[in-house]
Structure formats: structure tokens, C-alpha cells
């Protein structure tokens, strides 16, 4: 029998987690699935303030296809999700959301697709749910600088609701970078892709833990870690100002010598000074995002710490499995 595994990180969901268990019981207790599937949710607690923890500990007592595994404090969905890679078993994996804004009964679909030989099938939101218009202009114009930058095709309106292959799994499990933006990386794997529509819902509880910053970050982190684009646009802005600093070189020389040296220029010379500093500090800070990923990057740490997975301590120290 096949086995399906369900990852879903969590991050203070005291709140969705009793409203999610449910929903998941009537997909894996239906009666077609129920037999030609054997079953597993991996729950990542992302190091939760609020009692997650023990809810989980509770569902995983009182039902055996339950799992988790505790990160030592919060290290990020997207290092969550790598967790939950390194420890699912089963032969393909769903990832949703824990606050029911992925409806698990797209799953079946998703599986039917699946067993058609489909390696990634992800699930593409027709409506964004409740987001303030800025979030949603900001986030689509992000989409269209990465397309148009990276040679990796990410989708807008796709997310991390998807079902990947045993395959996709093991590669993304060998991606270890520190500074992760997963949706990158299920494009730059390639194997066979299908997408299925869906209504995104409200969160149904709790609130969404991604602040301006957090997301301006991964955004960031979506950009350096798969072009190289920002560098060469610093080149290119730097010979465009070098050759128009040229060209008014030779209108000032000119003008020195056909009109003398009447001492003037004030405006003209803070311009170009502020102009040049200001493109100047653009281009050390992109240099500066691309060294600060060198710096994290040859730290070699691990990308998560995990402390106990299903209530035992992980005991070989090694909290990756490799
Ligand atoms: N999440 C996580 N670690 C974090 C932030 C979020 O594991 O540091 C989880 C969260 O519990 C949820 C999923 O990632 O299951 C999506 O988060 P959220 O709903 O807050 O994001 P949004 O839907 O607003 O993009
Ligand atoms: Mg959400």
C-alpha cells in the first residue's frame, strides 16, 4: 500500500490545530481513500509560544498517524518545512497550511493527479483570501522582478500547497542552503508539474504570523539566492553613469574653454555628488546581500535544531537526517 504523508508546519495554532484534526480525519477516514492509503501527518511545531506543543502531543497520542517533531525554538516556516522533509516516510507528500487556508479536500484530486504519474502537483489560488491591497500589489510585482530576473519560472499564486513525488522529496532534501525560498526551489527542480485551481479561504483562526519585515526579507532571500541578476544590473547602472560622466566631462571642458572659468556650478556639483554617492551605497548593498549569504552559508550550521520527534529525544545529536 502506498503511503501518503501530509506535512504541515505550525507556528502558534493552538487555535486552527482542533479545527484542522477534524477536516483531516474525514480525508483519511474516507472510505476509498482510507483503504488504498496508508496515512501520515507530520506536524512541525516551528518552536510556538502557545500550547501547540501540546496539542500535538494530545493528537499524536490518541491517533497513531499523527506524528511531530519539536524544533528547538522558531526558525521559519521554510526551515520548518525542511524538517518535515528529512522525516516524512511516505511515498509522496502534501504540504498545507495549519489554518485550513488550503482545504484538504483537494487532496484527492491532488492524488488522483498523482497516480496519473504527475510528480508536483500544486494547487494554484484563484482568490488571495483577506489581504490588504498593498500586501497583494507588492507580492505580484515581486513575481514579476523574479521571472523576469531569475531563470527559474516561480509562479504568483502559488504557494506551498502542493504534493511532490518520493523524488522531489529526496531532492529537496538534499538542498541544505540556510537561506531558503522553497517556492524557488520546486521550480528549479523540474520534474513533471500540474496545477489544480482552488478557492483560498480565511485563516480560520489565530492570526497570520508574517509581519512586512518577514516577508520583505523572504522576498529578499527569493532574489539572491537565485540570481545574480542584482550584481550585473550594479555593473551595467555603473558604466551607464561612467558614460554619461564622460559626455559632461567634455560639455565642461568645452564650456571652460570657449566661455573661460566663471567660478559656478554649486547646484550642478552637489547633484552629481549626492547622485553618485547615493548609486554607490545601492551597489555596496546589493554586493553586501549576496556577501551576507557567503557568510551564513559557509557557517555550514544546521538549518533547524530538533528537539523530540514524537516524544522522544532525537539521541543520535545529529538532529538532520542525511
Ligand atoms: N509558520 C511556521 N513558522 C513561522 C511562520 C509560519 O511554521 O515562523 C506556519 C504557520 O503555522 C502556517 C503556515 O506556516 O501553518 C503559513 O503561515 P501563515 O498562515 O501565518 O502565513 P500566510 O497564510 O499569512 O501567508
Ligand atoms: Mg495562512
Redesign the pocket.
Known amino acids: 500500500m502506498k503511503k501518503v504523508s501530509i506535512l504541515?508546519?505550525?507556528?502558534n495554532?493552538e487555535l486552527s490545530l482542533p479545527l484542522l484534526y477534524p477536516e483531516l480525519c474525514k480525508l483519511m477516514d474516507d472510505g476509498v481513500l482510507r483503504r488504498r492509503y496508508e496515512w501520515e501527518v507530520m506536524f512541525v511545531n516551528?518552536g510556538s509560544s502557545d500550547n501547540t506543543l501540546s496539542v500535538l502531543q494530545g493528537l499524536h497520542a490518541a491517533d497513531s498517524r499523527i506524528s511531530y517533531i519539536d524544533l528547538s525554538r522558531?526558525f521559519?516556516?521554510e526551515n520548518?518545512m525542511l524538517a518535515g522533509f528529512d522525516y516524512v516516510s511516505g511515498d509522496c507528500m502534501v504540504i498545507m497550511?495549519?489554518?485550513l487556508?488550503h482545504p484538504p479536500s483537494l487532496i484527492p484530486q491532488m492524488l488522483e493527479l498523482w497516480e496519473q504519474g504527475w510528480d508536483d502537483v500544486y494547487a494554484k489560488r484563484l482568490t488571495r483570501g483577506h489581504e490588504s491591497w498593498l500586501r497583494k500589489r507588492l507580492s505580484l510585482g515581486f513575481y514579476a522582478m523574479l521571472q523576469r530576473m531569475a531563470d527559474v519560472d516561480v509562479l504568483p499564486n502559488v504557494g506551498d500547497f502542493r504534493l511532490l513525488d518520493r523524488k522531489c522529496i529526496n531532492v529537496l532534501r538534499h538542498l541544505r542552503e540556510s537561506q531558503r525560498y522553497t517556492k524557488g526551489m520546486y521550480s528549479w527542480m523540474g520534474f513533471r508539474k500540474t496545477e489544480i485551481p482552488f478557492e483560498q479561504q480565511d485563516?480560520v483562526a489565530g492570526e497570520?504570523?508574517?509581519n512586512f519585515m518577514k516577508l520583505t526579507n523572504l522576498a529578499v532571500n527569493g532574489i539572491t539566492s537565485f540570481t545574480t541578476a542584482p550584481l550585473r544590473m550594479a555593473t551595467v547602472l555603473g558604466l551607464l553613469v561612467s558614460a554619461a560622466a564622460f559626455l559632461f566631462l567634455i560639455y565642461v571642458l568645452v564650456c571652460t574653454l570657449i566661455w573661460g572659468d566663471p567660478v559656478q556650478g554649486y547646484p550642478t556639483m552637489m547633484v552629481v555628488i549626492l547622485f553618485l554617492g547615493g548609486i554607490q551605497l545601492l551597489a555596496l548593498g546589493i554586493i553586501g546581500e549576496y556577501l551576507g549569504h557567503i557568510y551564513h552559508e559557509s557557517k555550514h550550521r544546521p538549518t533547524y535544531i530538533a528537539r523530540e520527534m514524537n516524544g522522544k529525544l532525537l539521541a543520535d545529536g545529529t538532529p538532520q537526517r542525511l
Do not use: V
Not at 8 to 11: A, D, E, H, K, Q
Open positions: 504541515i508546519p505550525c507556528y495554532e516551528d522558531n521559519g516556516k520548518a497550511d495549519a489554518d487556508q485563516r497570520s504570523a508574517w
